[in-house]
């Protein structure tokens, strides 16, 4: 995965903080290592998860930029940042992580 952009990933986080709580995790073969997490609800569907982030995001863009500005590579950047999650069952809940996103502490602070 190449290096992401930093105001990019924050405007990542802010999306997914509207309507989950992010957090760290250590999934399976990552050796403690602590990387963005949130939790899918079971009555949630996991693509549905997805499409909203990506709509929001998309929202949040459109509202940043005018029509001339808009540069469609932006969305392209916050799909791949889905490229390598995985996903973990926590019985009845689902906890989708993002390996190659290091956490950072301030992403639990309120906005």
Not at 60 to 73: G, H, Q, T, V, Y
Request: hydrophobic residues 40%.
């Amino acid at each position: 995965m190449k290096k992401i952009d930093k105001d990019l990933l924050e405007d990542f986080i802010y999306i997914i903080k509207q309507d989950h709580d992010v957090y760290s995790y250590s999934g399976r073969g990552m050796f403690n290592k602590k990387c963005l997490a949130f939790t899918i609800s079971r009555e949630d569907s996991k693509a549905e998860c997805i499409a909203d982030i990506m709509a929001n995001f998309m929202g949040s863009l459109a509202r940043k930029i005018d029509a001339e500005n808009f540069n469609p590579d932006s969305l392209i950047d916050i799909a791949n940042l889905f490229h390598g999650t995985k996903m973990d069952s926590m019985g009845m809940d689902t906890v989708m992580y993002f390996p190659a996103i290091e956490w950072q502490d301030q992403w639990n602070e309120e906005d």
